[in-house]
């Protein structure tokens, strides 16, 4: 303890000396992994600051007392109610630091600790003005990499956010490579974007959003995402692990917030918010709209003529398009010509073809067009489909639930005893649909999973082996090394799911055409292919659920 003692005194003398006749140093406020914090008094202004020095022995590290300077420089231009200004930068007497203002009021780790999970709306609040600020830096080209609780400051009695320690991780990532000499990570690893943890050189503002969404998800939750027993299974977690939603640890979250901070968290970087003013006006929306649901939005269009019902819709076009076809054939009488008649019945003729696929396609036929009006057409599915959840899988899940639907619409116009006949098949049907909906939902899992693919992961280890021997080299590799294992496992996995999915729409299909196909012969003669049709996708489904 004398040691660590003696070794404090000689930094504070030290800094006291690099600081001179302007500042007053008073008492220690803290200690990090990269910096000390002391508070001081601007003896000629009559204001309490903090001043923030480099520890010692990341100032002997080539090249880190520089870059340290120079973002120190550049955050001191930036001027937001939000970003905590930098009065002053400076280096002597084998000492960097800079000087800011003495904040009054708790970080916001201290407030999660003492509270767990924070109101929605002072979560909306924080992320909203943390990502004012970051939007400031993003534009002046500085990214903070290491937001975290810590770095979010909430002043005074209103608790106003200010966003600390900007670019100074990037000055330390220099010349440590992701670990400095004493072991202290650079940035911090429950937060780290799955870029900075899989060591990749090149780290932008989306690496930000991806933290800020951690420090979001931890704000409703009450904890991170990703947590582990050492620095290496969390970051392994951020490179291959899907972050849970929100919504399971925090039910009453508005759907707007938790797809935002969902997007805040996706692997790719490519595949997150574009920018911080971007979520920004996401998120403003969606308060506007109290947080509504996607589908509730969805719902807001006004169909065409007026008319709901896709088969009344259709009726009314085709009888719309007739009238005007006559209209033109009046036109041609009164001319005596022949021109508006032929050209509009080829117009009419093209729309209602168009528009017919469509009722196709969405479980109709031309039976449904003719027949008198019995309700809504055929039982689609309450639950409405989404890409995030499924992806580029979503329109093939669409097409299997039409699929179903005209399957249902053929039973029920069967005559009685036929549809005896083929009444035992619909509760497979049922089950061949929701087992084709879940492995949609698993397949686009493992797809998302897979990113970077295994060619980028061996370019990222050839790339790793050639640095030199460092902590953080071998860290990295280890984290790369295990992540192209989960990879090339992932990628068998997705081949193995993609051929289910597959069979089990063909199946899906195969039975609603057979039906079609034979329905003015009877039914009878469709039973034994579509038996056996069905009999094989259970066959397969068994197989997947058994052999994994």
């Not at 947080?291 to 009344?312: C, H, I, M, N, Y």
Request: glycine letters at 8%; proline letters at 5%.
């Amino acid at each position: 303890m004398a040691t660590t003692d003696r070794y404090d005194v000689e930094f504070r003398n030290r800094l006291a000396a690099a600081l001179g006749e302007a500042y007053e140093l008073r008492d220690l406020l803290g200690r990090g992994g990269f910096a000390v914090v002391y508070a001081a008094l601007d003896r000629q202004l009559k204001r309490e600051v903090a001043v923030k020095a480099l520890r010692p022995e990341l100032h002997e590290l080539a090249g880190v007392r520089e870059r340290f300077r120079r973002e120190a420089e550049a955050v001191a231009r930036l001027r937001h109610p939000h970003i905590v200004p930098i009065y002053a930068v400076g280096e002597a007497a084998g000492v960097a630091y800079f000087v800011m203002p003495r904040i009054t009021g708790e970080s916001l780790r201290a407030r999660l600790e003492r509270e767990g999970r924070l109101p929605i709306a002072d979560v909306r609040r924080i992320l909203r003005e943390a990502l004012e600020a970051l939007a400031i830096a993003h534009r002046a080209g500085i990214v903070h990499r290491d937001i975290k609780p810590d770095n979010i400051l909430l002043d005074g009695d209103e608790q106003r956010v200010l966003l600390t320690d900007f670019g100074i991780a990037k000055a330390l990532d220099a010349d440590t490579r992701g670990l400095t000499q004493t072991g202290a990570v650079v940035g911090t690893p429950q937060y780290m974007s799955p870029e900075q943890a899989s060591g990749e050189r090149t780290i932008d503002h989306r690496s930000d959003l991806y933290s800020l969404g951690v420090v979001a998800y931890q704000m409703l939750a009450g904890e991170v995402p990703f947590g582990g027993g050492t620095v290496a299974a969390i970051l392994l977690k951020h490179v291959a692990e899907d972050a849970p939603s929100v919504t399971r640890r925090r039910p009453d979250c508005p759907a707007d917030l938790a797809a935002a901070i969902a997007r805040c968290l996706v692997k790719a970087p490519e595949h997150r918010w574009p920018s911080a003013e971007h979520l920004l006006g996401v998120l403003a929306a969606g308060e506007a709209r109290g947080g509504e649901t996607r589908e509730a939005r969805r719902s807001g269009g006004a169909p065409l003529f007026g008319v709901a019902d896709p088969v009344r819709r259709f009726r009314v076009l085709v009888v719309a398009g007739a009238a005007l076809v006559a209209a033109g054939a009046v036109v041609d009488a009164l001319r005596g010509v022949v021109l508006v008649t032929p050209l509009g019945a080829l117009v009419w003729a093209f729309v209602v073809a168009a528009h017919y696929g469509r009722l196709w396609t969405a479980g109709y036929s031309w039976r449904d067009v003719l027949a008198r009006t019995r309700g809504a057409g055929p039982v689609a599915s309450p639950v409405s489909l989404d890409s995030a959840e499924f992806g580029l899988h979503v329109a093939a899940i669409q097409q299997a639930r039409n699929d179903r639907a005209a399957i249902l619409a053929i039973v029920q116009r069967a005559p009685k005893a036929e549809r005896r006949q083929i009444d035992d098949l619909l509760p497979t049907m049922d089950a061949l649909l929701a087992r084709a909906t879940d492995v949609a939902r698993q397949l686009y899992r493992v797809e998302r999973q897979i990113d970077p693919g295994p060619a980028e992961i061996e370019r990222r280890l050839a790339d790793t082996r050639a640095e030199p021997p460092s902590p953080g080299r071998e860290q990295r590799l280890a984290v790369l090394e295990r992540r192209r294992q989960a990879v090339l496992g992932l990628a068998a996995r997705r081949d193995h799911v993609a051929a289910l999915l597959a069979a089990c729409l063909s199946t899906i299909g195969k039975v609603r055409f057979e039906l079609e196909g034979v329905v003015e012969a009877g039914l009878s003669e469709a039973l034994a292919r579509i038996r056996a049709a069905l009999d094989e996708a259970a066959s397969r489904v068994r197989e997947t659920v058994t052999g994994g």
